[in-house]
């Protein structure tokens, strides 16, 4: 990633968590996306803001710990805890952790869970440079039974698995952005029927498939080497 913009430690409505690990950087989009949501976030009944995880390294690219993604900017994860302050110092958000949201499992929410949540995934997933939002399975099928107004956003929310202490936002590649490629737009439909099916395997676990005894194994991850990444990465790293 060239060209990213650091999110400032504090703003008027969030605070960057984990600074330790200098993953508070985007692209100008995804920075301008965060003040715009906080900001509704603010307006909810018992939260001050936002607490923003991850975005991503100042040059992009691959972390020594956590994610596959999160490598040009243009990924964030949001915290499920609701803010009561905006004064954190450092060392506060070091230690504080979210609060979980599921439960069995991640089959249904528990108590924590409230409609300003619902809320503020709507407002997330209402905006045009939303591509998807990842969430727990039965986050998804809760926000699908009381939703009563327009469902389109909630093709947008996509259920997957961990993703019930925070929320993760996907943006699509802004206009110009050169060598950013979309993924493929989420299946057709407000994606209800899915979610309750992964809900169901949860509750009721399907039979592990048969384990060929003769199938290789499988190749264990390494570490990347600049050989693996993109061409312009050398210009990147070269322009230091």
């Known amino acids: 990633m060239a060209g990213a913009v650091q999110l ?3 703003g008027p409505a969030w605070q960057a968590m984990r600074l330790s690990r200098n993953r508070n950087w985007g692209h100008p989009e995804t920075i301008s996306y965060i003040e715009k949501l906080s900001a509704f976030a603010a307006r909810q009944k018992g939260w001050e803001g936002l607490y923003i995880g991850d975005i991503s390294q100042p040059r992009g690219g691959p972390m020594l710990s956590g994610h596959r993604s999160h490598q040009i900017g243009l990924d964030i994860d949001i915290w499920m805890l609701p803010p009561e302050s905006l004064a954190l110092s450092r060392k506060a958000r070091e230690n504080i952790s979210s609060i979980s949201m599921r439960r069995a499992n991640g089959a249904y929410v528990n108590s924590q869970w409230s409609k300003q949540h619902h809320a503020i995934l709507r407002a997330a997933a209402k905006d ?3 591509a998807r939002i990842f969430v727990f399975p039965g986050a998804k099928v809760q926000m699908c039974k009381v939703e009563t107004g327009n469902r389109a956003w909630l093709r947008k929310i996509r ?9 993760h936002v996907r943006l699509k590649c802004p206009r110009g952005a050169r060598g950013c490629t979309d993924q493929a737009a989420p299946p057709p439909g407000d994606g209800c029927a899915d979610a309750e099916q992964w809900v169901q395997d949860i509750l009721n676990p ?8 003769n199938a290789p194994k499988p190749k264990p991850r390494r570490d990347y080497t600049l050989a693996d990444l993109p061409n312009q990465c050398v210009s990147v790293l070269q322009s230091n």
């Open 8 to 10: 400032p430690e504090t």
């Open 128 to 130: 045009k440079r939303v």
């Open 159 to 167: 259920p997957w698995w961990g993703h019930h202490y925070h929320f």
């Open 206 to 213: 399907p039979p592990p498939k048969p384990v060929d005894p």
